[in-house]
């Protein structure tokens, strides 16, 4: 199973909305059972709240409920859980690289690297 952990400052935009996402695309391409995807935070400022209530409408008109998701901060063990650590951008990436310096399994990108933009 590949385990997929999206990035953001606060998680409550950005990354639920690359995770739900993500999740429905790999539900739609019928191989969601390879999967396991998850969001979280960079900072502790919202753990605890539900997704932002413009980005919650904009997965809803997409067909995709997230009310049970609440913003919760990355922890040390989430980089031996996960195979990918995806930021959102440059800010979350300097984060991460200061929580997770060695990062010696190259875990860490930002999410446009995968459509070949830095």
């Known amino acids: 199973m590949i385990k997929v952990l999206m990035i953001c400052h606060g998680n409550i935009c950005r990354s639920p909305m690359?995770?739900?996402?993500?999740?429905?695309?790999?539900?739609?391409?019928?191989?969601a059972d390879k999967f396991y995807i998850e969001s979280c935070a960079t900072s502790n400022e919202e753990v605890g709240n539900p997704v932002y209530p413009p980005a919650k409408q904009v997965l809803q008109s997409r067909g995709i409920n997230c009310s049970?998701?609440?913003?919760?901060?990355?922890?040390?063990?989430?980089?031996?859980?996960?195979?990918?650590?995806?930021?959102m951008d440059s800010n979350n990436l300097r984060n991460l690289k200061l929580m997770f310096p060695n990062d010696n399994g190259k875990k860490i990108s930002k999410i446009l690297s995968f459509a070949g933009i830095e």
Do not use: L, S
Request: hydrophobic content about 40%.
């Open 18 to 31: 690359a995770e739900f996402i993500m999740k429905q695309m790999v539900e739609q391409r019928g191989i």
């Open 68 to 87: 049970a998701k609440r913003a919760r901060r990355i922890t040390k063990g989430d980089y031996d859980r996960f195979d990918y650590i995806v930021c």
